[in-house]
């Protein structure tokens, strides 16, 4: 079992900035892909980023060139920079961790029904 804790949520104005991050449970992190999601009031929750095993990643369409993902294996935790925020970035954003591998290290997923486990999501608020 791999627990997902998520934390860095806040208010911020547009423009800001603030760091996500997602602490996992286990000693095989490194052998997981990594996502990050987000649901708006009234939405369903949708794709963000997402990083493979070795390092690749992949955005969704309304965050590429403003939001990043990262990982640091040695502290078992994945990132998400946000810069220059908007107030449609608001939702509450999910960590997402998939523990099925497969041989090549650079496949990353999209589907949310990909991945095994779930954190418990931390608000993201931005106003204009």
């Known amino acids: 079992q791999v627990q997902l804790v998520e934390s860095g949520g806040g208010l911020v104005q547009a423009g800001g900035s603030l760091r996500l991050s997602c602490l996992a449970s286990g000693r095989t992190f490194s052998s997981y892909v990594m996502g990050w999601f987000r649901q708006a009031p009234g939405n369903e929750r949708e794709f963000v980023a997402t990083?493979?095993?070795?390092?690749?990643?992949y955005y969704a369409d309304s965050v590429k060139g403003r939001l990043t993902i990262s990982r640091d294996n040695a502290k078992n935790t994945v990132y998400l920079q946000m810069n220059s925020l908007k107030p449609e970035d608001t939702a509450v954003y999910y960590c997402?961790?998939?523990?099925?591998?497969?041989?090549?290290?650079?496949?990353?997923?999209?589907?949310?029904?990909?991945?095994?486990?779930w954190g418990q999501g931390t608000q993201v608020t931005v106003s204009s």
């Open positions: 990083i493979s095993r070795g390092g690749s990643t």
């Open positions: 997402a961790a998939r523990s099925r591998t497969t041989s090549n290290s650079f496949v990353y997923y999209l589907n949310q029904d990909e991945y095994d486990y």
